[in-house]
């Protein structure tokens, strides 16, 4: 053990790192998250991250918009606990057995106006996991979809450009 320690304390991590946020882009799409939101909504938005079944991939990316390195809390997103106070869903993953009734009841919890945003090709039909016999399918089998984010999974930049695609409703490159 202490020899791998030392190994790694001269040789250094073999990972490569992470890519920096582009503060400048994710604080111009968040601000207009931001000013959409509050045009259609009369306030900041509010979402439920639901996952119906995912490899956590796509998780870890929605969280990461709240997180220390993008905290886009700031601009306004603001993710809540209950479908009571949503305004969107983030549904990741394909739609487990397991999951099809939470999901079910967390639409119906969720009050109107609401949209259902799925995260990711498995929440589009299934993907990698579409041929499992305990997979429902994508996240439109069980509830009806507002929008499609693409990517395995899609990075925050693309996130944010889902929302303002939802709330704008134009498709934004
Ligand atoms: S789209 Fe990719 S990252 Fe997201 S749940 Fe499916 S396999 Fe995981």
Known sequence: MRRLLLKNFV????TE?????DDAALAELASRVDRAARRRLGRTLAIREVD???CNGCELEILALGNVLYDLERFGLRFVASPRHADVLLV????????????????????DPK???????CARDGGV??????CVGGVSAVVPVDLHIP?????PL???KGLIALLEGVSVT
């Open 158 to 160: 693309e996130l944010l």
């Open 11 to 14: 040789h250094g991590p073999l």
């Open 129 to 134: 996991y579409a041929a499992s016999p305990v």
């Open 115 to 121: 949209w259902v945003v799925a995260v990711g090709g």
């Open 151 to 155: 990517g395995c999974p899609p990075t």
């Open 92 to 111: 990741t993953g394909p739609v487990t057995r397991n999951m099809r009734e939470a999901l079910e009841r967390t639409y119906q919890a969720t009050p």
């Open 52 to 54: 119906a079944g995912s």
């Open 17 to 21: 790192a992470a890519p920096a946020p």
